[in-house]
Structures are given as structure tokens and as C-alpha cells.
């Protein structure tokens, strides 16, 4: 069943999918970004509105996917074109956004600005999850939340601003209201036991984890 309110919005990183893609997304609605279309076909998914300058949209895309509707902008903008689609999902009703390919890829600013945009829709109140397939992220603001992580796998707090309280539980190495510096790697590579609880008293963080890894374990 079609969710009217869960997005998947196709960017332009690296995606390789698995289960935990497809869970992810089951049953979302579809926007593409630029180049994010190439994602497409491999998921098996047709977006009902295809965005951006189409500038980075690799050669017969466009013919292949000619039927999708389009939103064409200008290169000359002032935001991305994921950020455009991002937008045009909660036009459309979006309150859960799944961001397919939010890493990697050739432009190291898009990757690092979709992470620190997911942090700012948080704030505004809407469900974030990025995936790659082999990376997923979650923003961690004030308040508390659980990631169900296979255990043994790798995972890390990354900090936008000093944090205050920060506690794990169901880590490998846990943290009771710790005081964590902006930059510090204090909370890099972590190992999940299983599912994962993090609680925030003040800051603003992303949870990286990397479900696929148990370099750590």
C-alpha cells in the first residue's frame, strides 16, 4: 500500500540496494533528483515527478524515462536540485523522507550538505533517514531514539555543535550524559550489540551507521 505521506526522494550518490533499502522505502512515494533517476530501474520504482536542471543526468536517461513528468529549473539557482525535490515531497504531503544515494558519489558538498539538511528537517519536524545501502544516517537532536542495527556492526555519533547528555546503551561502548566537543572523534566507530539507544540533552548530531560492517566487532 502506497504511503500519501512517506517519501523516497533519488539523489545522486552511490546506492547499493539490499533489504534494508527496500524496507526503507516500501511502500513510499517516488520524487527524483537529477541524477538521482539512474536509481530508478534498479529499485524497480517509477517517480511521479522527475526534478532539477538535468545537468548530471547520464546519457539516455532522459529518453528512458521520457513519460515521467518533469520539473525543470535553471542551473543558475539557489539551491540543489535534491533540496528542490526534497521540498517539492513536503508540497506534495511528505512527513517521512527517505534520501536514496544521499552519500558518496562525485561531489563531495552535495553528500555534506544532504547531511546537514537532514539535521534542519529534523528541527522542522519531519521524519529523515539516508541510506546508500552500505551507509544509513538519522539525525540525533534532543530526545532520545533507537536504530535497530544487526549486532556487531559499526556505527558513529557525528557532531554538528558541542553536545550535552549524550548516552548509548546497546553499544559496545557506552556513554551515561557525556559532554561531547564539536569535532571531537570521542564517538566514531562504535559497535552495535543490537538495537541501539541514543538520548541528547542539547546539540545537534547524525548517527552514521554502516550495517554491512563488523570491521569493529
Partial sequence: MISNSTFAVLLGGTLEIDDRVLELMQGARVIAADGGMRHAQ???????????????????LSEFHAATPRMPFPAEKNFTDGELAIEEAIERGATRLVL?????????????????LAVTLAERGFEVVLTSGQEEA????????????????????????DLAGLS??????????????????????????????ASLGAGRALIIARPHDFSGA
Fill in 42 to 60: 534498479a529499485l524497480g520504482v517509477l517517480p511521479e515527478v522527475w526534478v532539477g536542471d538535468f545537468d548530471s543526468t547520464p546519457d539516455g
Fill in 100 to 116: 536514496i544515494g544521499s552519500f558518496g558519489g562525485e561531489r563531495t558538498d552535495h553528500s555534506l550538505s544532504h547531511l546537514l
Fill in 168 to 197: 548509548l546503551t546497546g553499544a559496545k561502548y557506552p556513554l551515561d550524559q557525556a559532554d561531547i566537543a564539536f569535532g571531537a572523534s570521542r564517538t566514531i566507530s562504535n559497535v552495535a550489540e543490537g538495537p541501539v539507544t
Fill in 138 to 161: 538519522v539525525p540525533l537532536l534532543p530526545g532520545s531514539r533507537e536504530l535497530e542495527l544487526p549486532a556487531g556492526s559499526l556505527f558513529s555519533v557525528v557532531a554538528f555543535t
